[in-house]
């Protein structure tokens, strides 16, 4: 079993439409959660960073962690076309600057 | 712009080859860098940690002697790919991260090799 696992889509959604990404995990000894995005051929950029359980948002985005579930959800509104991209959950156990454990990555298009 | 320069960007090179790729700190120290390989429609996956002025740390399964990592000063650390073989081919990418925030890491823009 992966330690992080996450479905590698590919989702397509139309444009304005609610985006719902996620990630499950083995290890409870995660602490520090992590949504990147990656567009093709290009290294990751840093969307979201989370600590605890619960929800946080920035803008369109809102990343949510269920600890008890080991479950970490990437919720984006309003799709635009521009965030078509692979989005990576990445997850460390001393901190967001430690070695990164990530997801497989899902692909999504956004269709205008 | 950026903050973690790598270089080359593309390099395609011929099976027996050694290949150089270099990651940077722009204005600021990283004492720490990481190394990751991602083939196509897979994940990053970390293969090694590079800390300044000692060696680096390699994650299980990577070749030591293969993937020659050299952190000398506080913004650079390289790897070089030896002997490469066609299943090396990979997309390369370092990230370091900043010494201001501790939740802060920044990710090269990555190397693609070919081997041929």
């Known amino acids: 079993q992966k330690e992080v696992e996450q479905d590698p889509g590919p989702l397509s959604v139309p444009e304005g439409a609610i985006v719902s990404l996620n990630c499950t995990y083995s290890?409870?000894?995660?602490?520090?959660f992590m949504w990147y995005r990656q567009y093709s051929r290009k290294g990751p950029e840093l969307l979201m960073y989370?600590?605890?359980?619960g929800n946080k948002e920035d803008g369109r985005f809102t990343a949510q962690v269920d600890k008890s579930s080991k479950y970490i959800s990437l919720f984006i509104r309003d799709s635009q076309p521009s965030d078509s991209a692979t989005y990576l959950c990445?997850?460390?156990?001393?901190?967001?600057?430690?070695?990164?454990?990530f997801g497989t990555g899902t692909l999504l298009a956004v269709q205008p | 712009g950026a903050v973690v320069s790598q270089h080359p960007s593309r390099v395609i090179c011929k099976s027996g080859t050694s290949v150089k790729i270099e990651c940077r700190s722009l204005?600021?120290?990283?004492?720490?860098m990481f190394w990751y390989r991602q083939f196509p429609k897979q994940s990053l996956m970390l293969m090694a940690t590079?800390?300044?002025?000692?060696?680096?740390?390699?994650e299980q399964g990577v070749e030591k002697d293969k993937f020659l990592i050299n952190h000398a000063s506080l913004t650079l650390s390289t790897l070089t790919v030896t002997s490469a073989h066609p299943e090396d081919s990979s997309f390369y990418i370092c990230?370091?991260?900043?010494?201001?925030?501790?939740?802060?890491?920044?990710f090269g823009e990555g190397s693609w090799l070919t081997v041929v």
């Open positions: 204005d600021f120290q990283a004492t720490t």
């Open positions: 990230s370091a991260p900043a010494s201001t925030s501790r939740n802060t890491i920044y």
């Open positions: 990445a997850m460390s156990y001393g901190g967001a600057t430690n070695k990164l454990i």
């Open positions: 290890n409870s000894a995660f602490q520090y």
């Open positions: 989370t600590y605890s359980s």
């Open positions: 590079s800390n300044e002025g000692s060696k680096a740390t390699y």
